[in-house]
């Protein structure tokens, strides 16, 4: 496996938060690292003003996935539903690719997700128009609440690792 992020290392590559506010939404949210060397996505979703999303993002200089079949992530959720999303290049709107998870409260879970699992999307619609994600292009990965569902959300991200084929399949 290859390790994309890993919040207990040093160093981590900085992350940027991108609300609804862009629309005029109300929703509010952080990202920081905790002592226990986990990623902190914390907020508050409002629907309020047409709002409804949280999200957090990196960019990466060269993150060549060639070879690779997909993610193994690690996260502490609440029970709510976020998206993993990579984008293909450096703009800070436009298509990112999505896949959705689940989370149960409380509980540390490692979840697989291939790159093929991942569909195109621009502002919460799915485009069918589009290829796949190639992961030899990936310049930036983030995180995302959008389940329509008012209050308060925590995800916790130990790590996100790309993974060869054989490491994704269900055992």
């Given at each position: 496996m290859k390790v994309i992020v890993d919040f207990a290392e040093p160093g981590s590559i900085p992350w940027s938060i991108v609300n609804d506010g862009v629309m005029g939404?109300?929703?509010?949210?952080?990202?920081?690292?905790?002592?226990?060397?986990?990623?902190?996505f914390e907020g508050i979703v409002s629907l309020e003003n047409n709002g409804g999303f949280a999200s957090t993002r990196a960019a990466f200089q060269s993150l060549n996935l060639s070879g690779y079949a997909g993610v193994i992530l690690k996260v502490r959720g609440d029970g709510r539903r976020y998206q993993l999303r990579f984008r293909m290049d450096d703009a800070s709107d436009g298509v990112a690719y999505r896949a959705a998870f689940d989370t149960i409260t409380g509980e540390w879970l490692e979840l697989k997700i291939r790159f093929a699992d991942f569909q195109p999307s621009f502002r919460g619609s799915v485009l069918s128009d589009l290829g796949p994600l190639d992961p030899v292009r990936i310049r930036q990965m983030g995180f995302l609440i959008a389940d329509k569902k008012?209050?308060?959300?925590?995800?916790?991200?130990?790590?996100?690792?790309?993974?060869?084929?054989?490491?994704?399949?269900?055992?």
């Amino acid at each position: 496996m290859k390790v994309i992020v890993d919040f207990a290392e040093p160093g981590s590559i900085p992350w940027s938060i991108v609300n609804d506010g862009v629309m005029g939404g109300r929703s509010t949210s952080k990202m920081e690292i905790s002592e226990g060397g986990s990623a902190l996505f914390e907020g508050i979703v409002s629907l309020e003003n047409n709002g409804g999303f949280a999200s957090t993002r990196a960019a990466f200089q060269s993150l060549n996935l060639s070879g690779y079949a997909g993610v193994i992530l690690k996260v502490r959720g609440d029970g709510r539903r976020y998206q993993l999303r990579f984008r293909m290049d450096d703009a800070s709107d436009g298509v990112a690719y999505r896949a959705a998870f689940d989370t149960i409260t409380g509980e540390w879970l490692e979840l697989k997700i291939r790159f093929a699992d991942f569909q195109p999307s621009f502002r919460g619609s799915v485009l069918s128009d589009l290829g796949p994600l190639d992961p030899v292009r990936i310049r930036q990965m983030g995180f995302l609440i959008a389940d329509k569902k008012e209050g308060p959300f925590r995800l916790e991200i130990a790590w996100v690792k790309a993974a060869k084929e054989d490491a994704l399949a269900i055992r």
